[in-house]
């Protein structure tokens, strides 16, 4: 399995410092290895194989929609079919994306084993999370999911408040039915509860390098993310691109991502083939 070989000194120059320091194109190129959208990644210590890329499915994802639901069911399950033909394994989704039905189209398609399917849910306590988990596989068409997480926390209470929905799940992982499961944080009290709680064994965390729809700013974050990492939780990274507030700064947003050290993978989603192309094209320049 290749794993990605970063220097340990890229990840000590990030967030807001890093742009004063030694530039990331030279990190970079100093590293071992190339790194490629494509390359298939170990996701912390979950056993599970994907790609480096994730293909998002939830650009400004709320009320059960989002840019790619946009696309209807056939559009996105196209786009995302298509992704996995050129080497894309990882299919990003949500409830309250509304994008179970686009990602079910695409699985069939696919063999279901040689695709890693993230999904996260609202429900904090255990009879809704076991009705969601349910209810998620049907509109998977899914006998198993294989990353679940508690979608969008925000207390510094909520391995408490959500301990029975948290139980819920690992009752499905022994199960069979939920392969890893963890979390996604909206603050950096939840980001910081999530780091240390050793029921998190995946952490999605938003980061990129002008601190753009993030909980804190860069060094921050990055300092709690590789605390969440130190205690053996995986690390997936989305909002790379700030919400599109770095959508003229691409590659050096890609470059801040792929310099941190700590990050398994991260999600990104496209909006049509172009973009998707653009995507993948962009990873392996700047990792090259």
């Known amino acids: 399995m290749k794993r990605r070989d970063f220097i340990k000194t890229a990840a000590l120059g990030v967030g807001a410092s890093w ?30 194989q994907t790609s480096r890329l994730a293909m998002g499915t939830g650009t400004v994802g709320v009320n059960h929609s989002s840019r790619q639901t946009a696309l209807g069911i056939q559009g996105l399950a196209d786009l995302l079919y298509r992704g996995y033909d050129h080497g894309l394994r990882f299919f990003d989704t949500a409830d309250s994306y509304g994008s179970h039905p686009h990602v079910a189209a695409a699985l069939k398609h696919v063999p279901r084993e040689k695709v890693t399917v993230l999904t996260k849910s609202w429900a904090r306590d255990g009879k809704q999370m076991r009705a969601d988990i349910d209810r998620f596989r049907k509109e998977l068409n899914s006998d198993y999911l294989d990353i679940l997480l508690l979608h969008c926390l925000q207390g510094e209470d909520w391995n408490t408040s959500c301990r029975s929905a948290m139980d819920a799940i690992s009752e499905a992982q022994e199960k069979g039915i939920v392969r890893a499961h963890g979390c996604s944080c909206h603050t950096l009290k939840a980001l910081r509860v999530a780091a240390k709680e050793p029921w998190v064994q995946v952490m999605l965390s938003r980061i990129n390098p002008i601190g753009s729809n993030m909980d804190a700013d860069p060094d921050t974050v990055v300092a709690t993310l590789r605390e969440g990492k130190s205690n053996g939780k995986a690390i997936i990274g989305m909002k790379i691109l700030g919400q599109g507030d770095m959508r003229h700064r691409q590659d050096e947003a890609l470059k801040y991502a792929l310099s941190l050290g700590f990050l398994d993978a991260f999600t990104i989603g496209a909006e049509n083939t172009a973009e998707q192309d653009d995507l993948v094209r962009r990873i392996a320049a700047v990792g090259a």
Request: glycine share 10%.
């Open 19 to 48: 742009l004063g320091a030694k530039p990331v194109t030279s990190l970079l190129a100093n590293s071992a290895r190339s790194f490629s959208a494509t390359d298939m990644v170990t996701i912390g210590k979950t056993g599970i």
